[in-house]
């Protein structure tokens, strides 16, 4: 079966100046600067991205749309509830749950559980900062991620502009 790519992303910089609560919270100057480095990283980078399944929320949205301006072509994407301080375990079910006709996936979402997921998908450790990116190759379908071979392609943050 021909390979996938899992593309995560982790929210970039959020505002912690104000009291919000943490579903609300908004980007901070900063993040708002770092989401459109990382759109122009995954526009250079990547092919093309089938979908982005996003967490609700704010500053996961925000980089989202940031990111998603960057694009030549922005993918379809939707609100997904469980992304929200998602565990591994539950972005793994995530994954497994994604349309198989589906090649590149994109998910924005929250540490400790990109991380996590990284780690459990590849066996490597790869921090993930605010707006940081990791790409996996996943082999055969995507209900089969986690018992089938994956390989980190990509990591890191983009430089700031």
């Known amino acids: 079966m021909p390979e996938r790519t899992l593309i995560l992303l982790r929210h970039a910089k959020s505002d912690w100046s104000n009291d919000e609560v943490d579903l609300v919270r908004p980007l901070a100057e900063r993040g708002r600067r770092q989401a459109p480095d990382a759109g122009r990283w995954l526009n250079t980078g990547v092919p093309s991205i089938d979908l982005a399944v996003v967490s609700p ?42 349309p198989e006709d589906v090649r590149t996936v994109i998910l924005v979402g929250h540490n400790p559980g990109l991380e996590a997921l990284v780690s459990r998908l590849t066996g490597e450790r790869v921090p993930m900062p605010t707006s940081a990116l990791a790409a996996i190759a996943v082999s055969g379908s995507w209900s089969a991620a986690g018992h089938s071979s994956a390989v980190l392609t990509a990591s890191g943050r983009p430089p700031e502009s």
Do not use: F
Not at 69 to 93: F, G, K, M, N, W
């Open 57 to 98: 929320a704010l500053r996961a949205r925000s980089t989202w749309e940031l990111v998603a301006a960057e694009l030549d072509v922005p993918p379809h994407a939707r609100i997904d509830e469980r992304l929200y301080a998602a565990s591994e375990q539950e972005l793994l079910e995530v994954v497994r749950e994604l």
